[in-house]
């Protein structure tokens, strides 16, 4: 059981999470769950949702897991018909599909470090960069124009997507990535003003530094010391600690609570520990 941020009732209402295999997205489908809501959660990893989906019913909670791929909309759309034949028309979508790629990421931060056998600037992989930006970009649109249909046919909805600190300012290392979360920063705005006369809300959340399985090569070194980027970044966090995948969820909550936040869309939420706010003096 999660300790739940808010006192939020979402009984009734449908939640479709991408991502939902993962950590954080996991999270967040099992807090919607235990607040009421039919979770149906979706995965390319099928293993992962429906696991996920047998704890969330072992708990006495609505949850249905789903293999979807966010890149294929024939695989989304069968998804949807199925979503609503279990659970019913989508009331909040919750794009948390994305992720980077080592084929995308230098070596080094800078370039006048580069030694031979480093993956440089110049040695990144267009295709590498290519699955980047579909991810994240393309994997939020794709489920937003299939499972969006249901909000506006009901004039009602919640669209909810997961961007970054990157997304303000760059990362050393991971140029794709960086690019790909600030096109997800301006499409939640897009979205925002284009859905506003449907009675669609869509805002986002920029988590800052979590520990996941995609990333903890780059904190923590083998033996499980920290690498010296953790240490660059817990010096430029004023609460020097990472965010822990719980402490997002009264952000999320909040911005799909219609009774709190129905006059909030196009807003990217920052959940950082105050990164974005320090400018390092």
Known sequence: ?????????????????????????????????????????????????????????????????????????????????????????????????????????????????????????????????????????????????????????????VILNISSMNAYIPLTKIPAYSGAKAAVSNFTQWLATHFAGTGIRCNAIAPGFLVSNQNRALLFNPDGTPTARTAKILAGTPMNRFVESEELLGGVFFLCDDKASSAVTGVVLPIDAGFAAYSGV
């Open 1 to 157: 059981m999660i300790d739940l941020p808010l006192n939020v009732d979402f009984s009734g209402k449908v939640v479709v999470i991408t991502g939902a295999g993962g950590v954080l997205c996991g999270t967040m489908a099992r807090a919607f769950a235990q607040a009421g809501a039919k979770v149906a959660a979706l995965d390319l990893n099928e293993a992962a949702v429906k696991a996920l989906a047998d704890e969330c019913k072992a708990e006495g909670f609505t949850c249905e897991g789903y293999k979807a791929n966010v890149l294929e909309p024939e695989s989304l759309e069968a998804v949807h018909q199925q979503v609503l034949k279990d659970l019913g028309p989508c009331d909040i979508l919750l794009n948390g599909a994305g992720g980077n790629n080592a084929r995308a990421q230098t070596t080094n931060e800078y370039q006048h470090e580069a030694k031979e056998g480093d993956k440089t600037f110049f040695d990144l992989e267009a295709s590498g960069v290519d699955f980047v930006f579909k991810l994240n970009f393309q994997g939020t649109l794709l489920p937003t124009q299939v499972f969006a249909k249901d909000m506006v046919e009901r004039k009602h909805g």
